[in-house]
C-alpha cells in the first residue's frame, strides 16, 4: 500500500484542528446542541399566496405540518380562454389535502407527472396518494390519487408514456430531486439536500419546480437514491474529462427554471455534474480555465480551505463544506463527489451534536456504517494518490467511528401489490430506537500496487510468558511458521514466498505477536492459503523446536551487547520483581530449557490465546475489495472464535515505593546516556504526550536542548512514551559529553523548562482555541512529571572502575548499582524556578501554506539537464507518479583531483538533502546554503564534538561483529579509506584551523550537482538555479572548470584471481565470531549485474534454508550484493555466530560447491519463476516520492546517469535462456579454480586481542604477509 501521504494528511488535519473558524464556537455549539431534540424538527409550513404572469407550470404550495399537508395548487389559466385581460395576470387556488404518511422505496419510485386535477363541484379536492405499484408483468401502475370510493383518478401505463419522470423523495435529514428518463428506469439528473443545513428546501424546491411535496421515502431508499446521485455524477465526470465550465447555482437555477422539459435533457454534455442543467441564463460566475475546471477562491488558496477546515482541492471534504451548492466540487471532483455524498448520508450525526441517543463529542460527522463503506469504496474508484491520503487518513487515522443498528429494521406495515403479493411499506428499528457506535476498518487493496501482502497481529506478547518459560511468546513466534497440519513441508511459508519474489517476517513484543509476509500479485491466493494454515492448525514438531530453540538463542546473544537493552533490562530488574514487566522477554537456553515441559507449554500457549477474537489482519491486493473478501474469509473463518478477553494491567511495576531510584549501570562500550522516566497511568491521552515529546525535542534557540548545547552538557535529547496495554512510562533520554558530574545541573534544567511549560500554557490566552493541544490532559500529565515520580539510569564508561563494587544482572551480565535519590535533591528539583532563557518555540515561517499541485505539461521520463555552467550542473525532473504536494533538492558538493575531505555526510563528498512539502522548501534550502557559505567554526563546540566522535572511535572494540565486519570490508578494497586507528590519531591531532580551512576548500573549489525533484515546475527550477549560482559565485574559485571530467573517479582495490585474501582481527568484547566471505566480480556491466542478480535470486533461499534453519549456523546471517561507490559489483556472505571460525568457513566453502548441484538440478520452471520474480522485483515501483527521488539522486551523486537502469537490467535478465548460463556464470566466478574468482575471507575472533589466536595454516603452498594485527594469506587456487 502507497503510505506516502500520511505526513500530509497528519499535518493537514492538525492544522484544521488549529485555524478553523468554526472550532472556535464548537464548544458553545456543543452545549447549545445538548438541549435541542434528537431529531430535525418538522417544519410548520403556511400557504403562500403568488402572482405570476410567466408560470406555465402548476405549482403546490404546502401549509400545515409534515404529517397532514395541506396544498395549493397554483394554476396559470389559458390566455386565451377568456378575453378579459385581468384574467391574464390572474393565478388561481386550487386547495387539497394528501396524506404524506406512506413509505417509498426505490422500486416504486418510478414517473408520476403531475397533471392539474380538477373538480367542477369544488374548489378543494381531497385526495390520499398512494405509492406506485409494480406490476408482475414489469409494466407500472401509477396512482395519483383517489377519490372517495377510492379508486384511481388517473392510471398511467409505463408502455403508454414518453414523459420524464421526475420527483421529490425525503427521509429524516435528506431530500433527493430525482430525474428519470423516459424509460423511468435511468436517473438523467439528481440533486440532494442537507435538511440540517437547507431547511427551507422543503417548501422552496416544490415551489420553484413544480414538483409535488416530497414523499417519505424508508433509509435504504434514499440510501440507494445517493448512491445512484453518485453514480450519475461519476459518469458524467468520466464523459466530460474535466468539470463542465459551467456551474449553476441552485437559487439561479430554481428562480430561473420552474420545470424540466426532454429538450433540455438531450444536452447530455454540458450537465453539470449530479446536478441540473444548465440554462443561458444561469451561468456562474466561478468559472472556469482553459481546461474547464473551476478556480474559486477555495481552490487556489489552500491555506484558506485549511482555514475552513476543508481539505485543499475540495470543497466537501473535512469539516463542513465550502461549496456554494450542491453542484459546486472542487478541483478534485473525482474525491469531491465521495465526500458529497458522504455529506447526505440518510443518517447521520454531525459533530457535537445530539441524536439516535447518542452524542458526537468528535469534530468529525459520524454516519451510518453503510454510508462509511460507500465512502470507501467511492475514493477506491479514484485510481490517485489524493484519493489514498484521504482514505488512509480517515479510515486508518483518524478511524472515524460509524453509526450501526443495534438490532436491525423490521417491516412495522405491509401492503398488498395488484398482484396480490405482500411488500413492506414501512421500517422501523427493532428492539431500541438507537444506535450504537462502532469502530469501521478496512483492508485497502490497491489496483496499482505490485506487491500484495499481508499481516496477522495477534494481541498476546511476552508479558504473557509463564515465569518458568520466560521467551515462549517469541520462541512461539518462531515455531508457528514451521509447519500445518495442511502443509508439512519444514518452512513451507518461508519457500513459497520466497521462490514467488517475497519476503517473510515476524516479530514479538510485550503485548503483540506480528507475523507478515509480501509476495508478488499474482500469487497472494496461494500465499494466503498457506499463511491461514498456520493460525487454524499449526503442527509444532518437537525435533525442529530444539532447532528454534538454538536460533533463540543466537538472536539474544546478537543483541545482549546492545547499550540501549541492557538500560531497559536493569529497569526492569529494579521496578516491582513480581510485576509481569520484570520477564525477560526474548528467552535463551537457559530460561527455555528444552524439557518435557516445553512442548506442552507452547501447547497451551498458543490454544489459550490464539483464537480469532484475539487477532487482526490486514491484507493488501490489487483486487478489489469484494474479490479480497471472498478469497480471505473463507480461510480465515476457519480459526477458532476462544473469546479471549486480555483485561489491563492495572497496576504499575513502579508504584511509590519503587520511584525515586538513581541507578547506575556500566555500558558495554562508550555510551553516555542520562534517562529520566516516569511511569504513567493509562489514563493519560496520547495527544498530550505527543505534545509534549515535541515540545522536549524541538532544537530551536533558548529551547531546552539549545541551552544544554550551549553550555556544553549534551549532544541530543529524544523523549518517548512507551506503553504496555494498561501501564507506561515518560522518557527523557540526554546523550552526555561529559561525565555524571553534571547530570544534577541537566535534571534541574529539565524540571526547569517542565515548570516554564505550565505556566506559559496557563498564561495562553489562545487556550479556548486550541482545545486539542491546550487541555486537561496536558496538564495532568505535567503535573506527573514531579521529582516525586522521577527514577533516573545513567549509563557512563565511568562506572568500570566500580564495577567491582557493583551488582550483576545474571542474564546480559550487566554491572549496576541502585540507590535512592536524596532528599536534597528531590527537594532542590521541586521548588526549582524557571529559567529566564527558556521560550516557547518561535513561529515556523517555512510552514506551508499552499498544497496545490502543479499542472505543468511535461514528458520526460527521467532527469532532464537545465543548466551546466560554472561548475554547477542543475537537474530536474517534475514528479507525475505521486502526485503529492512535495519536492526534494539535492547539492551534492564533489571532491576535485587533489583534495580530499569527508565531513561524515558522504564519503567522497558534502552532500545537502531539502525535501518536504514543495511550497516555501526553495527559501528553505537557499537559508540552509547560506548559512553553509557564512558557517563559522565555534571553539569551544569544536572542543565538544571532537570529543563525542573520538569517545565513538574509541568504543569501536564494542560495534556489533556485523559492523565490525563491513568497515574492515570498506578499508581493505577502498584505497582511500581510513582505519579506526588512525582515525583516533588524527582526531587527537585535529585544530580548529585545519576545519576552517577543509570548509574553505569545499567551499570554493567542489563541482556541484542539485537535483530538483517533485511537485515544482522547471521555471521555478530555474529561478532556483539562478540565485544558488547568485550566492555561490562570490565564494566560487573563477579556475573551475565546467567539465566534470575532472572529477577524481573513486577506484577500488582490485583482488587478484586465484587467489584468497585473509584478514583475521580480534574483538575482544566479543565473545561470538565474526565472518565475511567476499566475492569481488568485476566493474558494473549492465549484463554481468543482470547474471549476478538471477544468481542471487536462485541461491538466496538454498542458502538461508541450509544455513541459518537446517544446520543454524548463525542466527544474524546476511547474503547480499556488494556495490561500491565506483561502480564494482560484488557478493558477500556475513555470519555472526558462537561456532569456531574454521568450522564457519568449512560450512560456508560446502555450500558454495553444492551450488553447482542445485543449479544443475533446476527445472525450467523454477528458473522461469526466479525470472519472472526478479524481474519484479526490479521494476517495482518506489512506494514514496522520496524513495524515488533518493533512487535517481544516487544515479546523480555516482557520476552514471543510468536513470532507467532497472529496466534496462530486466531486458538483460529476459535474454537468459536457460540455467546453463548461469551455472557458467557460477562457475567462473565463484567456483574455486574460476578464471575470475577473487576471494576475500575477513576473521573477527571474539576473545582478547593476541596473536597467538589468529588462524594459523599447514599447507606449505600457501605464503603468509603479516602486518600488525592484518595477515593476507595467498593460497594456490586448483
Known sequence: MNYQHLEFALWFTVTIFLFSSENGEASFRFFKSLWSSTSTPSPQLSAISIESSTMSNPILLPSGNMDSVSYTLIRQPNSSSNGNDNNINRTEFERFNISNGTMMNWNQIHKQPLEELENEDSNELNVTLPPAIHESNGNVSTYFGANDNNKPLMEVDETESEKPFEVLIQNDRTMAHLKFDESGKDLVLCQLFDLEKEESAVTSVPMKTGLRPPLTADYKTMLEAVRRCTDLARKQLHQSGSLPSKVISLNETLTNTSSFNSSTMNETDNVPIGGLPPTPTTINTNTSNANGVRNTLWDNSSFISLWKGIIPGTKWCGLGDS??????????????LCCRAHDHCPIRLKAFRVGY????LSFYTKSHCDCDEDFYKCLKQSPNNYASVLGNFYFNVLKVQCL???????????????????????????????????????????????KSAAAMCVHVGSLKDPWEKQGLAHLLEHVLFLQSNKYTEDNFLKSYITKHGGTTNASTSLTETIYYFDVGTSFLNDALDRFSSTFISPSFPKDKIKRELDSIQNEFESKCNDDILRCERIRKCVGNSKHVYAKFDYGNKSTLANDDQLYKCLLEFYNEYYSSDNMGLAILGKESLDQLETMVVPMFEKIINKKVTIPLIRDHPYGDEYCRKLMKIVPFGETRKLVMFFPLPCSITSNSIDYLCGMLSHEEPNGLIAELKARGLCTSISARSPYYHGFGFFDIEVDLTQGVTANDQIITMVFQYIQMLKISMERCVLGRSFPEFVSEDIHKLLNHLTPKHLNIQVMSPIYKSEMNKFMVEPIFNIHYSVESISDNMLDQWTQVGIEERFRLPLENVFIPKSFSLKTESNNETNPILLSNKNGIRFWFMRDKQYNIPKAFYGFFFQRLVGISYNLNVCKFGLELIVSGYNDKLDEYALTLIKELLNFKVNSSRFEILRDIQRNQLKGFSAWPLKNMLIFYLEELITPNSWSYDSMLNIYDELKLDSICQLINQVIHNSLIEIFAHGNITKEESISLNEKVAKLLEQHRSPHLLNSFEVFDCNRDTQLDCNLIYEFNAISSESENNGFLLYYQVGPEELELRARLELFYQLIYYPFFNQIRSTEQLAYTTFLSFKYTWSGTLGLYILLQSSYELEYIEARIESFIQSVETILSNMSNEAFERAKKSLCSRLLESPKKLNWKSNRLWSEITSGQYLFDRDEKLVSYVKSIDNVQVILHFYKEYFQNGGK???????????????????????????????????????NNCL
Open 323 to 336: 461549496a456554494i451548492d450542491y453542484n459546486d466540487l472542487g478541483t478534485r471532483p473525482d474525491i469531491d
Open 404 to 450: 450501526k443498528h443495534e438490532s436491525g429494521l423490521v417491516c412495522v406495515k405491509k401492503r398488498k401489490t395488484t398482484n396480490r403479493n405482500e411488500e413492506c411499506a414501512q421500517y422501523e428499528l427493532s428492539g431500541p430506537t438507537k444506535l450504537k457506535l462502532v469502530p469501521f476498518e478496512y483492508n485497502f487493496s490497491d489496483s496499482t500496487t505490485d
Open 357 to 360: 441517543g447518542l452524542m458526537n
Open 1236 to 1274: 575470475n574468482c577473487r576471494k576475500l575471507v575477513i576473521n573477527i575472533k571474539g576473545g582478547k586481542r593476541n596473536n597467538s589466536t589468529l588462524k594459523q595454516t599447514n599447507n606449505s603452498e600457501q605464503n603468509s604477509v603479516i602486518v600488525g594485527y592484518i595477515r593476507f594469506t595467498f
